[in-house]
Every structure is written in C-alpha cells, then in structure tokens.
C-alpha cells in the first residue's frame, strides 16, 4: 500500500467537512444493490486516504483557499465502488464550488463504461430533488439551469477532451490506457484555471511498464500529485490470509468474498490485478497451463478421425516465428464424454538462405489436406495472413473463414481451450509441437473480454496454441451440433 504524505490546514479541513456533509445529505448510492437510494456515506478509509487529502491540504490565498494537490491517483481493487465515487465527486464540487459555464468530466475506459457512468450521474440526480430541479439532463450532456455548467462523460480519446477546460475531471480506469496523451489533453485543458481537480480512478495493469506503471513512478516526483494505492505489496504472499488484512478497510470485503472472488476470477493473473491490486511482476508470472495439466491430456488416446467433421486453424508469421495449422475435432469416447483430439503441421525452422518459410510449400499442404479430407471449416486471420489468405481461395479454391485475431474473438477462443486443458478433455498425444505451445503461453489480459494466449519475456513460440484456438472456436461456433445435418443445395 502506498499513500503520499499530507499536512492539512484548518481551512482544509472546514472545507472537507463541509464537503462531505454535501455528499451525504444530497448523494445517493446508485449500484444495483441494497444500498440503492441509501445516503452516500463516507467509508473511514475513503474519508481518511482520499476526501480530506484532496480537500484539505493546501493553503489560504487571496481570501480562498488553494488546494495542495491538482492531480491524485486512487489504486483500488476491484469493487471497492471506484465508478460510484466518481460521480458523487463530481456532484458535490460541481454543487459545492458554484462556476458559471464550469465543466466537469468524466473519462470512461469503454463505450459501454460511457453510457454506464452517465446513467449513475443521471440517477443521482433524479434521486434528490434539489439537483433535479437544478440539473437538466440530456442525452449526453447535464446542464445546470441557471449557470450553464455542464457535466460530460467522454471516451479516453486525446481527441475528446481537446478544446475543453474541465474544472474537475475523474479518468476511469487510467489501467486500459495505453501512452500518455489522454491524460495529457485533459491536463492542458486545466491550466488557466483556479483549483481544477484531476483525479484517475483505476485498478493495476497488466505489467509494469506503460503509462500507469510509469506514472505511479513518478509520482514521488510531482509536487502537486496525491497518490493513494490500495492493495498488496510485493512482500506480501496471496495465499496467506494475513496478508489480505489491509484490504479489509470496507465493510463488504471479508476473507470470505476474497476466497469467492478467488474462484470466480478467470486467471491467477486476474485475481493478482483486480482483486489483490497488484501488478505481476512480469509477463512470465502465469503460464496459462501446468505441466501436470499437459501431462494429463497427453496421455488420453488421441484417435482424431478425418471421416469425421473437423476444422483446421491457421496461423503464423512469414519468418523468423513459426507456422501453425492445426485440425480440431470434438467427438464423444466409450463412456460418453466429449473429447476434444487434435493434429498438428508446424514449421519452425525457416528456409537458412532466406529466413522465410515456403508459403507456396505450406499452402499446398492445406489444399492436400482439404482435397483429401475437406474440413467443415478453415479459419484464417486475414489481416496476418492477407497473402496467403487470398491465395487459397483464388488458386487452390479454398473458401476460408475469417477469424480476426482481436482481443473479442481471441479471448472467447482462449476461454474454449482452457476449459478443455484444464477439464483434461483435450487430448494431444502426437501432437509434441502444439504441447509444447500451450505450455509457452502466458495469461494476458484484455479488458473487458477477458484473458487470452500471450507470449512470455523470451518471446517463446505460441502459435500452434493460437491455431488451436481459432479451430476449437470454428467448431463450437460453425460445427458443434450441426454435424448429422443435411445440406441444402
């Protein structure tokens, strides 16, 4: 946990008090749960690391009082009410520090997290009927009636915020970010004016390097910068209950939900991030699978059938990595279950001369296999492999499917591989190459999809364990349960 030093004025500390009774007297909780409608009550915890220190450290000048801290960070983990808090800030300066035409912001992760956040400003202002009759809300935009302010929920483009001065502006999950530049556009906005507030709300990334990683570094280094950091440390060892006990600052989290959320959490890696707060320590911290869990499928029998319906997945790159094709087929044992069995073609020895692998050579593979076996489905990224794409439908006649290698189509792919590691259901005796890809594969996660195949520090070969999933997602998507139909022509 980490938590910047604060000295408070007597001024702040009037102003805090004030602040917070506004909060609590006109905020609404507005989650889906119990506390819906209830007054928005200060946690010890939220009032002691993040009301006061931004409200009552500064000092007195020209009759008013100049906040210490222009920037803050809030590290929390996940469902500590980090949206929630956002909007109720945003309320209460915008009702509390009256600006005529005065801008407030708040900066979404996602366009889903857009319209989500607007609702809960929304609905806090049509749970109190002071700001009811104050506020007009809009379709994207919430005017106050007599000074023309207007409170906004933008997406975290650079773009977006230009042109914009925000006296208070909330970036919601600074994690997701990928360099500076939005932060940036929405600091510059602030700088010709009194006391503006910039506050990023965010839980960890997913390694240590990137914007967040490399403003929570420097943030020692701002003067004008809070940073309150709520989760494990280092030192700390997840499995042990002690460790947890810091966390245990809400009333709602108790070891019991963190055991819950333990086993709802879709990787280790997620739980470490989201739950404990923590970023891993490298991109090698989570192998996707252990090696017992391989063991297990490799020693089931695998008697994949070419008479029986199977896709083929495709991917690679043209040198210096490896190329993949891989077939996958679900088919039912003597006792009934539903077994996943697969083939394998990898290449991963490039021509010596030239570096490059023999597209010519490989794609003559797949239109053997197709003429000899003619799989249900071929699944292809197009925007790797445009070339060779293009060449099996317009030489050999392949009709292909594309299977885009985005975080949404390859996090639904990765979860249907998992399950059938993990479950042992996937059998891949004969297969020593994909083996040996799944077994290179790292947990990388891609909010709000989930986790998918990544490569670890040494840039390890994966590409069979990504062939693998773009077949085993063809199948469930294109195959399973269509088997004994018949064709219409």
């Not at 003559?364 to 492999?385: K, S, T």
Request: glycine share 8%; hydrophobic share 35%; with cysteine.
């Amino acid at each position: 946990m980490r938590r910047t030093d604060t000295e408070y004025a007597a001024e702040g500390l009037a102003m805090a008090r004030d602040y917070e009774r506004c909060l609590s007297s006109m905020c609404r909780h507005v989650s889906n749960d119990q506390h819906y409608g209830l007054p928005f009550l200060l946690e010890p915890f939220q009032r002691e690391n993040m009301w006061k220190p931004i409200f009552a450290c500064g000092h007195m000048e020209g009759g008013r009082f100049k906040r210490r801290f222009r920037r803050a960070i809030f590290g929390l983990p996940s469902g500590y009410g980090k949206t929630e808090f956002a909007a109720a800030l945003v309320m209460t300066v915008a009702t509390m520090e009256v600006v005529h035409n005065g801008q407030y912001g708040v900066v979404a992760s996602s366009k889903d997290q857009v319209r989500n956040i607007f609702e809960k400003i929304a609905t806090m202002i049509k749970l109190n009927a002071t700001f009811k009759e104050q506020w007009d809300v809009g379709k994207d935009v919430i005017t106050h009636r007599e000074t023309g302010a207007k409170i906004m929920v933008l997406p975290n483009k650079a773009d977006a915020l230009e042109s914009w001065h925000f006296n208070v502006l909330v970036f919601d999950e600074l994690h997701v970010y990928r360099d500076s530049r939005v932060w940036d556009a929405g600091l510059k906005g602030q700088k010709v004016l009194w006391n503006p507030m910039a506050i990023g709300i965010t839980t960890a990334g997913d390694s240590r390097e990137g914007f967040l990683w490399d403003t929570l570094e420097k943030a020692g280094e701002d003067p004008g910068m809070y940073l309150y950091w709520l989760g494990l440390d280092d030192s700390d060892d997840m499995a042990e209950k002690a460790s947890w006990d810091k966390l245990m600052c809400a009333p709602w989290v108790t070891w019991e939900s963190i055991e819950d959320q333990r086993g709802m959490a879709t990787s280790k890696r997620s739980f470490e991030r989201y739950t404990a707060n923590r970023f891993p320590a490298d991109r090698d911290s989570y192998s996707c699978f252990t090696s017992r869990q391989l063991d297990r499928c490799w020693r089931g029998k695998n008697d994949f059938d070419f008479s029986k319906p199977f896709t083929l997945g495709i991917d690679g790159a043209t040198s210096g990595d490896s190329f993949a094709i891989v077939a996958y087929q679900s088919r039912k044992n003597e006792n009934g279950k539903a077994c996943g069995h697969a083939r394998e073609w990898v290449f991963d020895e490039p021509d010596e001369e030239t570096g490059h692998y023999n597209l010519s050579q490989i794609m003559e593979l797949i239109a053997g296999i197709c003429q000899r076996h003619w799989p249900e489905v071929v699944g292809i990224d197009p925007n790797r492999l445009i070339v060779m794409d293009s060449q099996l439908r317009d030489i050999y006649g392949i009709d292909t499917v594309s299977f885009a290698q985005n975080n949404a189509t390859m996090c639904q792919a990765t979860s249907l591989v998992t399950h059938l590691v993990r479950s042992g259901k996937l059998r891949l005796k004969g297969c020593p190459k994909l083996r040996e890809h799944l077994g290179n594969a790292v947990e990388e996660e891609r909010e709000p999809y989930g986790t998918r195949f990544g490569k670890d520090s040494r840039k390890s070969k994966i590409d069979a364990a990504i062939a693998l999933a773009i077949a085993v997602l063809a199948y469930e998507k294109l195959v399973d349960g269509k088997e004994g139909h018949v064709p219409v022509y």
